[in-house]
């Protein structure tokens, strides 16, 4: 998950910071908790860095956007408001400007004391002394990190709004550049695990907007905060006895070792668990480096994590189909699969053109409707790396689009407010005319679009709703 960032070329839809995280459908399998499932809450993070939060309870929407902005000032490299603030871990020739400072750790007498009791534990599991020490020689407790687990907020975005931010115009055009950038090692790792260049190159646009938002939180005192005082004790234990592992092994140094506020690291976001059973060393240095700039290493552990988790090579993720009028909807859902034959006999189309696969088919739009997807069984291993739906389909429609392929050919329909994404553009541009920013005017309605409706309301004196509505609309028209 991403880092904060201001740069203007990354910033998408209204620029506002998120908080939230899209909730993953399944959290418990069989073996307890699914590892990915927290992942995908350790990174950084498409959605919260891209667009406000306005999905807390209880209306106290800018309350919370104040909260978490001041928290992501503080994180510096936590990427939850990537879009938001000036960030210089991008790579230079597009106008960045310098990240924020680290988090600095406060001093902490709990903290302290839980620290003697956890390396008596960790020792007892085998981790050397001298390790213990270096890796905790300067870590300490961060605040912020306590104040990112507390406002962490789940929501479920329409697959239309995910898709608009995991597909931006400045994530498409940032990923074909580094698409291109890295092509050859992309290429590399492609022969060597069997896993389509533009997937792997999607992923890592999705977790750090392809490199530029890592996050610079020191992993040991973000996971040992959280392990003490997070609600999720027992797992932010287990990973940092797994990212001590990672410093035993000589990998990194405890300084160099960075990730979000959550400890997913580096260019793909692993959180330590995953990097010690999936990451690799593609440079032949004999380190596993997802750290540095170079995103060789991190590309290709992501590639060897795909591949074990299923990757079949050639098959497509997914596919937007066009359905027959008159089709039977019952048949429609994950886990209802057929094979590509079946579906063609149906009056299934590749909305694209081209062959079907096997799979199942599900409907993405905001009532329930077109458009359509049939999803393969790649599918279902890119949710071995994130188990949510909405981030599955991001990343192989991201994946399209780094190819060259277009957007998604239906209308998502309207939302639950009765608005298209036509409707909710104008909504945005009207604003921005009358002098009430909204910041972009991608339909995508965040926290900037909400104040500056809010703002609006206010100063026409009508009752402050912050909520996009048709009145609204017909009333600015
Ligand atoms: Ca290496």
Request: with cysteine; hydrophobic share 40%; charged share 20%.
């Amino acid at each position: 998950m991403g880092s904060e960032n201001g740069q203007r070329l990354l910033i998408v839809g209204d620029g506002n910071c998120s908080i939230g995280t899209e909730k993953p459908r399944s959290v418990q399998t069989e073996g307890g908790l699914n590892e990915q499932s927290e992942r995908s809450k350790c990174a950084t993070g498409l959605l919260r860095s891209d667009h406000g939060s306005s999905f807390t309870e209880g209306g106290n929407k800018m309350n919370s956007l104040t909260l978490s902005r001041r928290g992501l000032l503080s994180l510096g490299g936590a990427a939850i408001l990537s879009a938001c603030l000036p960030s210089g871990r991008a790579s230079g020739g597009r106008g960045y400007v310098p990240s924020d400072p680290a988090p600095v750790p406060v001093p902490n007498a709990g903290w302290d004391a839980w620290v003697d009791g956890f390396m008596s534990r960790a020792s007892a599991k085998g981790i050397p002394q001298g390790t213990l020490d270096a890796a905790f020689r300067a870590a300490g407790f961060l605040p912020e990190v306590i104040e990112k687990d507390r406002n962490q907020t789940e929501f479920n975005r329409t697959l239309e709004d995910y898709l608009n931010i995991a597909a931006s115009d400045e994530r498409v055009s940032l990923g074909r550049e580094k698409f291109a950038q890295f092509g050859k090692v992309l290429a590399a790792l492609e022969s060597r695990y069997g896993v389509e260049r533009q997937v792997v190159a999607a992923i890592w646009g999705l977790e750090s907007f392809f490199g530029t938002r890592r996050g610079n939180v020191p992993v040991v005192s973000a996971l040992s905060t959280l392990a003490y005082e997070g609600r999720r004790g027992e797992f932010f234990e287990g990973q940092l006895v797994a990212a001590l592992k990672i410093l035993q092994s000589g990998d990194i140094s405890p300084g160099a070792m960075t990730g979000s506020w959550a400890g997913a690291m580096g260019h793909t976001q692993f959180i330590p668990t995953s990097y010690l059973a999936y990451a690799v060393d593609f440079t032949g240095d004999g380190r596993r480096d997802i750290w540095s700039e170079d995103p060789s290493d991190a590309l290709a552990s992501t590639a060897s994590y795909l591949a074990r988790s299923g990757w079949t090579s050639g098959l497509p993720w997914g596919m937007e189909v066009t359905l027959p009028s008159g089709f039977d909807a019952g048949l429609l859902g994950r886990g209802k699969g057929k094979s590509a034959n079946d579906w063609a006999s149906l009056g299934v189309r590749a909305a694209g053109g081209g062959s079907l696969a096997g799979g199942s088919i599900i409907a993405g739009g905001n009532s329930g409707g077109a458009p359509y997807f049939l999803l393969t069984q790649n599918f279902a291993t890119i949710l071995r790396y994130n188990n949510a739906q909405n981030y599955a389909i991001g990343v192989g429609h991201l994946s399209d689009r780094l190819l060259g392929r277009g957007a998604v050919r239906a209308s998502f329909g309207p939302d639950a407010a009765g608005m298209t994404k036509a409707d909710r553009q104008d909504l945005q541009r009207m604003l921005t005319a009358k002098g009430f920013d909204t910041g972009s005017t991608d339909g995508v309605i965040g926290a900037k679009t909400r104040a500056a409706i809010s703002a609006y309301e206010a100063s026409f004196g009508l009752p402050i709703t912050g909520e996009p509505t048709l009145m609204l609309l017909q009333r600015l028209r």
